[in-house]
């Protein structure tokens, strides 16, 4: 068989008729995978030319992208998506898109995506929610068939989306209570019974700069310096300087006095690595259950932080900024009630001076 030469463009290549001549005649030969994920290549007559072949290539594309493929399973079609996101995901994305495309492989994997109905989704969601699933947890696990689905319908190997066909009804219920905070007596109690330096230091931090659990445990000493310094985030606006106010700043110097030496983060393993966020809520449990508080998530020592500024009477932009809200109206949206009940009071305050005043 004569000798194939590669091209500069991926898949197509050619024959020459005469080896010694490199500039004679040539076939072009063009390869292309087709919707099921076959690989195929078509030889070109004599003559045709590398645009020949490339206007070829492209043809077979476009029909790739237009034909509903006929065996992909929605097992195969997760995989391609998790492939084509990997690379642009933080690894704790990944671990979370990988847990929801594990749950959905068992439960319709093996389905024909050209088969896949409405009906399907919904009976999963049912049994998970029948599994003792929370709301939150089930919207992560159906993440990655959302964005898988909006390709296949991009791709045209389906119609129409599925998922866009559930009815009210059938989609996960939010079963998110409401947003608590630490009253102001439960800090020092929460602090005092933390087991170790490293989960005091852990939870103040939470409580007294509004780091996402997240933020915080991929902190280094190198983002500790009279601020803190959230350097990465998935917007722009988390990207951020945090005040740091004294006592914290003394409680983490002392910390990192005590940390072995050549550790970087700031809460770090033995083995110098960051902690991870199931450490951390075991350690939170534990002083809950010393100190006799009610069980908080690390996310409300989030909120704690907010709270206190609002009822500090601060500026929504400056709650926002530190809290790293892209949108001050996404600071008001999550904490109108508390912007509300300080606003009231200061009202309430004002009139009553105003009526009473005189009599004090």
């Known amino acids: 068989m004569r000798r194939r030469h ?31 994920g076959q690989y195929h290549t078509e030889t070109l007559l004599l003559g045709m030319t590398l645009e020949d072949a490339r206007l070829r290539q492209n043809a077979f594309m476009s029909k790739r992208r237009t034909h509903i493929p006929t065996k992909m399973t929605v097992g195969e079609l997760l995989n391609f998506y998790l492939g084509q996101r990997h690379s642009s995901l933080k690894p ?66 389906i119609q129409s989306n599925p998922l866009d066909a559930l009815l009210p009804h059938e989609r996960p219920k939010s079963d998110q209570r409401e947003m608590r905070c630490l009253l102001s007596d439960e800090i020092p109690r929460l602090l005092e019974a933390a087991s170790t330096e490293r989960w005091r230091t852990l939870f103040a931090t939470l409580i007294f700069t509004g780091l996402r659990i997240s933020e915080a445990l991929a902190l280094t000493w190198d983002d500790v310096n009279g601020s803190i310094r959230v350097k990465e985030g998935k917007t722009q606006a988390a990207q951020r300087e945090i005040m740091l106010i004294p006592a914290l700043s003394g409680l983490l ?108």
């Open 6 to 36: 590669t091209t500069k463009y991926a898949g197509i290549r050619y024959r020459l008729q005469d080896e010694s001549r490199p500039d004679g005649p040539r076939r072009y030969i063009v390869g292309y995978t087709d919707a099921n």
């Open 92 to 157: 704790k994305t990944v671990q979370d898109y990988e847990y929801g495309v594990a749950v959905i492989k068992r439960h319709m994997g093996h389905r024909k995506l050209k088969e896949l109905s409405p009906n399907d989704i919904a009976d999963m969601i049912r049994r998970l929610q029948g599994s003792g699933l929370k709301t939150w947890t089930i919207k992560k696990i159906l993440t990655p068939l959302v964005g898988s689905l909006k390709v296949a319908v991009r791709e045209g190997w």
């Open 253 to 360: 110097r002392a910390w990192k006095l005590r940390q072995a030496p050549g550790h970087n983060f700031v809460f770090s393993s033995a083995q110098g690595t960051p902690v991870s966020r199931r450490e951390a809520l075991r350690a939170l449990r534990a002083a809950e259950k010393r100190a006799d508080l009610p069980e908080y998530t690390l996310h409300e020592l989030r909120h704690t932080f907010a709270s206190i500024l609002i009822a500090q009477g601060e500026t929504v932009s400056l709650v926002a900024h530190q809290m790293g809200h892209a949108d001050p109206g996404v600071t008001l949206k999550v904490y109108a009630h508390l912007f509300d009940a300080q606003e009231n009071v200061q009202l309430a305050r004002d009139r009553l001076q105003a009526a009473f005043g005189g009599v004090v």
